[in-house]
């Protein structure tokens, strides 16, 4: 089993900066792709941004030349540094890892999620 707990939400304004972190414990070796996504009201959820265990990015348009990810290989943590925010970014924020490159929601590991709201 693997756990993910994700931290760094918080309020900010618009155009205004966060930075999400998600630490995995667990049976850690089993990973390869790690994640973002996000869910806001009223919204289904959606691919934020994901990156393999050799760095390989993936990034949905809406935040493409915004935000970055990165990862932490040794310690299997994941990072989403998110610049030049705004309202619509305003969602709760999970952490997503799969044993393959690939995101798949009925095979990976989930978070409980971190609260991001962007303020106009």
């Known amino acids: 089993q693997v756990q993910l707990v994700e931290s760094g939400g918080g309020l900010v304004q618009a155009g205004g900066s966060l930075r999400l972190s998600c630490v995995a414990s667990?049976?850690?070796?089993?990973?390869?792709?790690m994640g973002w996504y996000r869910q806001a009201p009223g919204k289904q959820r959606e691919l934020v941004a994901t990156?393999?265990?050799?760095?390989?990015?993936n990034y949905a348009d809406s935040v493409k030349g915004r935000f970055t990810i990165s990862r932490d290989n040794t310690k299997k943590t994941v990072y989403l540094q998110m610049n030049s925010l705004k309202s619509e970014d305003t969602a709760v924020y999970y952490c997503?890892?799969?044993?393959?490159?690939?995101?798949?929601?009925?095979?990976?590991?989930w978070g409980q999620g971190t609260q991001v709201t962007v303020s106009s």
């Open positions: 997503a890892a799969d044993r393959f490159a690939t995101i798949v929601s009925g095979r990976g590991y």
């Open positions: 667990g049976s850690i070796f089993s990973i390869n792709a």
């Open positions: 990156i393999t265990n050799v760095g390989i990015t």
